[in-house]
């Protein structure tokens, strides 16, 4: 089990570094640059599947206007559940109060460490956002591992692909060739996931200990249960829209949410979801599309993080915000939680700038949060990871590019089981149900073979019949006709003479 299944290898070592961090703290800072490079080698790879996937799917529905149709479906739904996220995490902050009675002294908080988490950077205005998504190169959008370059290129190429048509005959088998060898060195890459799983953890036990999350207990929890409601209204939508089970895919991509959770990054399980999903039923183009769109326009679990600790910096600071600043603060962190992938600090940014907006909250405040910030992560890239994932499905039931079917028969098959578009697999096992198929070819000279297999049984026939070409004199007589009928367990063949019939 421990060798081959990776879920165990990365719990395995996901308890070793808590453990290596705990006792020896010092070791544990050391080995987090192994964390960080795993995750700079499966960077590498995403930018050219998103490329191929999308361009294949594009070339594959056929039809480049329902691609638009799932880009404007998956935006309403990008909206509706970040801002959703929003709400819950302004609810929970104001029942709860996490920040109250902290009483802090907002001249005694060290602004300049805001400065070193975010490098002095800033988050991009909404003209500049879009003016980034626009590539200046074809090589410059891969080189600087854009996505929403990458997709508009895509979006491009698949269009154009569609528009040539058999002109390019070459080009589609040549990008599908790509992304199979890109999966494949994912597959390399990810072998290395539990060296890093240990790495990271080790480094985050090392680096801040345990007595951060008795210091931000109540914060912690706070955010944490928001994160768990969220994931239930989600679970219900799933249910609801598309009959699909939120835990039987927590089942299926159980190894790679614990990846993510062990690494505190979604991008480090994109290729492999990209690839779970397209085998759960979804097209290729909602994958290629909605998934790594939502990374930049769907993180739900920031949205909560960001909505919880606008209001614990208020509550601490002694700062009483009205409903309508409130109000004021989902609406600018609608704004400004879009486009936060890929920015240093970003959340530290967005909370910097909806308390320069309120007008009430010191931005030094939020130096408040530096402390608990690593060990949110966790809940920010599982539920940022399920809610695009979710994303897809529902998008892809939406526009019907969604194979239910094989979606459940996908997700409620056993562990280890092997699942195809006909049947659930596992060590040679075949389905209970019977079928039969029959698939007819027909040659040029007339050939016509038929061949029926029977599933459920452990005998399988094949019938092959060859028929000659029939000659017609120019009396009008047909000539003799053959029927040579060959058995498939190699027995030999029997030749029957048809009726001939002479005229005249």
Known sequence: MLRTSLFTQVAVALLLGVLVGRVWPEAGAAVQWVSDGFIRLIKTMIAPLVFCVVVTGIAKAGDLRAFGRIGVKALVWFEVASTLALVLGLVAANLVSPGAGMNVDPATLDSDAIDAKTGGGELASTSE????????????????????????????????????????????PAVAQVETVVFTLVGYVMRLAPLAVFAASAGLIGQYGLTVITTYGKLIAVCYLVGLLFLGLLAVALRLLTGISLWHFVRYTRAELLLALGTASSESVMPRMMDKLRKAGCRDDAVGLVLPTGYSFNLDGASIY???????????????????????????????????????????????????????????????????????????????????????????????ALDLPLARRVLTAPPGASVTDRSVTNESVTDESETRTSVTHTGEAGTSVTRTCEAGTSETRTSVTRTSVTRTSKADKPSTAESVTTDSAGGTPDQTPADTTAGG
């Open 129 to 172: 956002f879009v003016l980034e998504s626009l590539p200046t190169s074809f090589v410059g959008a891969f080189a600087e591992n854009s996505i929403l370059q990458v997709l508009v290129l895509a979006c491009l190429t698949g269009a154009a692909l569609l528009h040539l048509g058999p002109k390019v005959p070459a080009i589609l």
């Open 306 to 400: 960001l909505s919880v600790g606008t209001l614990f910096i208020a509550q601490a600071v002694g700062v009483d915000l009205s409903l309508g600043q409130q109000v004021t603060v989902v609406l600018v962190l609608m704004l400004t939680s879009k486009g936060m992938a890929g920015v240093p600090g970003s959340a530290f940014l967005a909370l910097s700038a909806t308390a320069s907006s309120l007008g009430v909250i010191p931005a030094g405040a939020v130096a408040l949060l530096l402390g608990a910030d690593r060990i949110m992560d966790s809940m920010r890239v599982v539920v940022n990871l399920l809610g695009n994932c979710v994303a897809v499905f529902v998008v892809s039931r939406w526009d019907g």
